[in-house]
């Protein structure tokens, strides 16, 4: 695109993809990276402490809570060791999915010890964020 030399503002869309806008001084060179909205995928088991994988990467134990790329599709594994495992292929469609995998069998979670003093402990989520589609590492954009 040839541009007259000078200031402009540059405003990219494009569907399922958040909005691009950037400040441009011609003639010159304007990196430009679309990305997917985020999405926030909980992921809980039955019993809890189950191991979750995403597209074949592990990511910790459930209760879980991913950010992921909205408007792709994810294969998500929920397992406990020696148990049978339970998995689903997800779209990522709205700002948060929450997906719940009743497990039978295998090993269980170790319960932490109580003494009459002590309260019940409520297992804490962990959060990880996937890499998301054009997310550059070096933080550059597409060139």
Do not use: C
């Amino acid at each position: 695109m040839t541009l007259a030399p000078g200031k402009h503002e540059v405003a990219l869309a494009l569907e399922r993809h958040l909005p691009f806008h950037a400040t441009l001084v011609a003639p010159g060179k304007l990196d430009a990276q679309l990305k997917r909205p985020h999405s926030t995928m909980l992921v809980s088991s039955t019993p809890v402490g189950a191991v979750v994988t995403v597209n074949g990467e592990e990511h910790g134990k459930t209760p879980l809570s991913l950010t992921v790329a909205e408007f792709e599709t994810y294969r998500v594994d929920v397992a406990m060791p020696n148990g049978k495992p339970w998995h689903r292929v997800v779209y990522a469609k709205s700002a948060t999915m929450k997906l719940y995998a009743k497990l039978a069998g295998g090993a269980r979670a170790p319960t932490p010890a109580r003494t009459p003093t002590s309260p019940a402990r409520t297992p804490t989520t962990a959060t990880h964020t996937l890499p998301l589609p054009g997310d550059d590492p070096r933080g550059r954009g597409i060139q």
